[in-house]
């Protein structure tokens, strides 16, 4: 399914939060959804992209023909290291297995490689996340370590695990 990248402004606050608004099944999947999503969050991933110096972070939305599905961004950017985290998420459960996710992560990664020059990725995925595994392991991502207890939900510390792609 095409989809296309745009970058997160303030127009599309009001439709992220609309899409967002059942944080609790996000929440499962790991950050930024363990609380409800505002608008003072979104602004300030816009400000921080606005430039001229570079920023640690870079949002986009995804869109098809007629709506916002999601969002992917590349993130925690270490500029001497040229190392980043990859960051994906098709909001809806229905809008999910419909090729989404692969296009909007594959269009992320290039552009953190071609464009920014980066020259290693991340996922920093949950244990029990085994569709972003797969997600990521289709895109030539290798497995690389466990994280013990990283993320608190629910009053529960789970695993995350680390997959990378270096060039
Ligand atoms: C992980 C996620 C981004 C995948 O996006 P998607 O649009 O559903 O995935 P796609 O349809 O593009 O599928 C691409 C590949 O991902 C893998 N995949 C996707 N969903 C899967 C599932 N439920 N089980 C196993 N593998 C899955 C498969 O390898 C698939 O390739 P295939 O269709 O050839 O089998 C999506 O499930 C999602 O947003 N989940 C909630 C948020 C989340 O977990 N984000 C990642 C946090 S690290």
């Given at each position: 399914?095409?989809?296309?990248?745009?970058?997160?402004?303030?127009?599309?606050i009001p439709?992220v939060l609309e899409?967002c608004h059942?944080w609790?099944?996000?929440?499962?999947?790991?950050?930024p959804y363990w609380r409800p999503r505002s608008s003072a969050e979104l602004r300030r991933k816009i400000?921080?992209?606005?430039?001229?110096?570079?920023?640690?972070?870079?949002?986009?939305?995804?869109?098809?023909?007629?709506?916002?599905?999601?969002?992917?961004?590349?993130?925690?950017?270490?500029?001497?290291?040229?190392?980043?985290?990859?960051?994906?998420?098709?909001?809806?459960?229905?809008?999910?297995?419909?090729?989404?996710?692969?296009?909007?992560?594959?269009?992320?990664?290039?552009?953190?490689?071609?464009?920014?020059?980066?020259?290693?990725?991340?996922?920093?995925?949950?244990?029990?996340?085994?569709?972003?595994?797969?997600?990521?392991?289709?895109?030539?991502?290798?497995?690389?370590?466990?994280?013990?207890?990283?993320?608190?939900?629910?009053?529960?510390?789970?695993?995350?695990?680390?997959?990378?792609?270096?060039?």
């Amino acid at each position: 399914m095409p989809v296309n990248l745009h970058a997160l402004a303030e127009h599309h606050i009001p439709q992220v939060l609309e899409a967002c608004h059942d944080w609790k099944e996000l929440a499962q999947h790991g950050p930024p959804y363990w609380r409800p999503r505002s608008s003072a969050e979104l602004r300030r991933k816009i400000v921080d992209a606005a430039g001229p110096q570079l920023a640690q972070a870079y949002s986009f939305v995804l869109a098809d023909d007629s709506q916002l599905v999601g969002e992917t961004s590349i993130h925690a950017i270490d500029w001497r290291n040229r190392v980043a985290q990859v960051g994906i998420c098709i909001w809806r459960p229905e809008d999910r297995r419909r090729g989404y996710g692969r296009a909007g992560a594959e269009a992320a990664i290039s552009w953190a490689l071609d464009e920014l020059g980066l020259l290693r990725l991340e996922a920093w995925i949950l244990a029990t996340n085994k569709a972003s595994q797969e997600l990521f392991a289709g895109l030539d991502f290798a497995y690389e370590g466990t994280l013990t207890g990283r993320y608190q939900h629910g009053g529960v510390r789970h695993d995350v695990v680390v997959y990378g792609l270096t060039r």
